[in-house]
């Protein structure tokens, strides 16, 4: 049975967190490449890069859930999301694979540091429980 990409997940990873976004909302992934940092912007956004000659902000997901900082790896990927009108880059440390959730439940009140409006709900893939990101969210500035 074929799934429909309603069904369908990008699988990644942030140390050993598990995180999704629905596959219709990525626009493609990319090996991380020059990020040219920017004045005055939030805490989290790591800059902008030159795709194919747009400009796309890049934010970093370690930073926005204030994970320790370390740099990018040789599995560190940017994984261009569909917002709107525009592209907006998000720097993860690993893209596991496209998965299927199951049994997916709305987050609790309180996830430790990060406060549940970021999470559309959290699932079980093959790989364990992964929690889905709530794009919106993700992407507003702390003051909103």
Known sequence: MALSTADQYVEFGIGQEQYAVQIQD???IIRVQEITKLPHTSSYVEGVINLRGRIVPVISLRKRFEFESVPPTKRSRI??????EE???????YVNKVV??????????????H???????????????VSVLKLD????????
Not at 87 to 93: C, E, I, M, P
């Open 115 to 129: 406060n549940s409006a970021f999470f559309e709900g959290i699932g079980k893939s093959d790989s364990g429980v």
């Open 100 to 113: 299927r959730i199951h049994d997916t439940q709305p987050p609790p009140e309180r996830l430790g540091k």
């Open 26 to 28: 990525v626009h493609e």
């Open 79 to 84: 994984i261009v999301i569909n917002r709107q």
């Open 137 to 144: 969210k993700l992407f507003e500035d702390e003051s909103d």
């Open 87 to 93: 592209q907006v880059g998000v720097l993860v440390d």
